[in-house]
């Protein structure tokens, strides 16, 4: 159980134009979901959290109107890199909470954004 | 606001040998303490969790973690390195148990294992 899936693996864009992931929880609702981005060889850094129905919340310095992210329903939430540009290349991945299991997140397994 | 510090970007063991992973953490709160596992462009894996439960934490692969309020530490051992166990390892800490705590990662260890 508590399965998080996420789509596509990796996606080859070209400068300029927008690029969705899909983040699903597959077996559970997902009361919050939140997004991270990792740089080669370093950590994750949190991006925003995002709950059904509301709003996400941006950290410091993420560009809200470049990442959009969509949470509509307690089983999908949404990342869209607008205008990509060679800089957003990283590896993106959600992870989600469930409901009545707040103190564990269950990650997906990441997608690959390459942006030539 | 919370962190978490992994002492030393890249451990190397030999097979067979100790493996300590280094962690502390900085909470104003009671933490929740988390080690995930990362293989190359793949996810996050928990390994182990701290809860407030006992501070002993036994994971999964042979993994356990020793919670330290003391020392503000939650370092990851395993008594017997495989080489499975060469991955990258994340400690990460969480302020609350509300859906919207965050888990904010520690800069992670890469784990190396020389046959």
């Known amino acids: 159980g508590a399965v998080v899936s996420q789509h596509p693996s990796w996606v080859i864009c070209k400068s300029g134009t927008s690029v969705k992931i899909e983040c699903r929880s597959l077996?559970?609702?997902?009361?919050?979901m939140f997004w991270y981005r990792q740089f080669p060889k370093q950590s994750l850094m949190l991006m925003a959290t995002s709950n059904e129905g509301s709003k996400a919340t941006y950290e410091q310095g993420v560009e809200k109107d470049k990442f959009l992210i969509n949470h509509a329903s307690l089983t999908l939430s949404t990342l869209t890199v607008t205008s990509a540009h060679p800089e957003d290349s990283s590896f993106y991945i959600c992870?989600?909470?469930?409901?009545?299991?707040?103190?564990?997140?269950?990650f997906g397994q990441g997608t690959r954004l390459t942006v030539v | 606001a919370q962190s978490v510090t992994q002492l030393g970007s890249h451990v190397s063991v030999s097979e067979g040998a100790l493996v300590l992973l280094r962690c502390n953490y900085s909470s104003s709160v009671p933490p929740y303490l988390f080690w995930y596992v990362q293989y190359p462009n793949q996810g996050l894996q928990l390994l182990l969790k701290?809860?407030?439960?006992?501070?002993l934490v036994k994971g999964i692969n042979g993994f356990e973690a020793e919670f330290k309020k003391s020392e503000t530490s939650f370092h990851l051992t395993k008594p017997s390195a495989h080489m499975r166990d060469a991955a990258e390892y994340f400690c990460a800490v969480s302020e609350g148990s509300s859906s919207a705590s965050k888990i904010i990662f520690g800069s992670g260890t890469r784990l190396s294992i020389r046959p």
């Open positions: 701290y809860t407030s439960a006992a501070t």
């Open positions: 077996d559970f609702q997902a009361t919050t």
């Open positions: 992870s989600a909470k469930a409901r009545g299991m707040n103190t564990e997140a269950f």
